[in-house]
């Protein structure tokens, strides 16, 4: 295979392995590519950089994105500048695949803030009622450690801030991709790359449509967080709390049907109307999650009291035949046994906040 064609061909691997999240580092990526398209030694020159890998995995999810990509990465862009106007202070500069536009399937929206108090950025984000995680990663890079400031937050798009010292602001960071500098955007920057980008789109309208669109999994946070404070008869719930219930529910459900996210939704989400009106849960629950949930969990939540009839025999044939006439008749009574499943004291169970997080990550893997 000459060496132009085999660069190609190990580009594509490579870039094929980052797609799938199978990979995460362009040097990784390239090694594991070479060494199963090649059973002998490479030439450095044979291997593709990491910016001929990028544009490969650019071209997959042009490839099985299509147009929903290209909504996705509007909407990206303006959701960072929603954020970054909140954390003006700071100084924000977009830097990544967003403002690149190379995003793929589950991309974060990366922003680098500048401040010598992490506990500020926090403060601010939990001013606008942003739900965030904290991490300091560890990196050793040409023999020194450095220890990085990672704010991952969970909103409609995942972002990833980092944050640097006050005085790093003007620094010139260099790419990892092209090895040169970094492309980033300040606020001002950022505003006349939308007005370039989008000329039909009003940049405060865009950004105050971004503001009113709904974070359906904070919704559902609201919902099921209440349900730590419902007690049930112990003779049928020895568990405990209605969120503890839930909460062995869909770890059943996971174990059974691990990337199906309506049904695990409906799994998650059975009992939330038992937190607003106990005398009729089912329908409390439904229109808490008008629109916020597709039609199947909807139908999975609003029969899951049917069919511990039809478990128990006491369900009449004529409405036992309705329900058997939908396609998802076999994930009702899945439900049904991970619902009596889920009643264990004692019982292992994912936080709620895990349990989200791995909802998220099937909504921005699968779409």
Not at 251 to 272: G, I, R
Not at 291 to 303: K, M, S, V
Request: glycine share 6%.
């Amino acid at each position: 295979m000459r060496g132009s064609k085999l660069r190609r061909h190990i580009a594509w691997e490579a870039a094929r392995l980052m797609y799938s999240r199978q990979e995460s580092e362009y040097f990784r990526a390239k090694v594991k590519a070479a060494r199963r398209l090649c059973k002998g030694w490479i030439k450095p020159a044979d291997l593709p950089s990491n910016s001929e890998i990028r544009e490969q995995v650019l071209l997959l999810a042009r490839l099985y994105e299509g147009e929903e990509r290209t909504k996705n990465l509007r909407d990206m862009r303006f959701e960072a500048l929603r954020l970054m106007r909140f954390l003006r202070r700071y100084r924000p500069r977009l830097i990544g695949s967003v403002l690149t536009g190379h995003i793929r399937t589950g991309s974060d929206i990366d922003v680098h803030v500048f401040s010598d108090s992490i506990d500020g950025v926090t403060t601010a984000l939990d001013e606008e009622g942003f739900v965030y995680d904290v991490e300091r990663k560890q990196v050793r890079k040409h023999g020194e450690e450095r220890v990085f400031t990672h704010v991952h937050v969970r909103d409609r798009f995942p972002f990833e801030l980092t944050i640097y010292a006050a005085d790093q602001a003007h620094y010139v960071f260099k790419s990892s991709i092209t090895g040169k500098a970094m492309e980033r955007a300040s606020i001002a920057e950022l505003e006349a790359f939308l007005v370039h980008e989008y000329p039909d789109v009003d940049v405060e309208s865009a950004v105050a449509e971004v503001e009113e669109k709904i974070d359906r999994f904070q919704v559902y946070e609201a919902l099921l967080l209440p349900l730590e404070n419902v007690r049930q008869s112990r003779k049928y719930h020895p568990e405990g709390d209605a969120l503890y219930h839930s909460l062995q529910v869909f770890q059943l459900a996971s174990d059974e049907l691990p990337y199906d996210e309506e049904f695990l939704l409906a799994a998650l989400l059975h009992d939330v109307g038992k937190a607003i009106d106990p005398g009729d849960h089912v329908l409390a629950g439904v229109e808490a999650l008008q629109g916020f949930i597709t039609e199947r969990t909807t139908w999975l939540i609003q029969h899951h009291m049917d069919a511990h009839r039809v478990l128990d025999r006491e369900i009449g044939r004529r409405a036992h035949r309705r329900l058997r006439e939908s396609e998802s008749y076999d994930e009702l009574i899945l439900l049904c046994r991970c619902d009596r499943g889920g009643r264990v004291a004692g019982a292992d169970a994912p936080e709620l906040d895990e349990a989200l997080d791995y909802l998220r990550e099937i909504a921005q893997t699968f779409g």
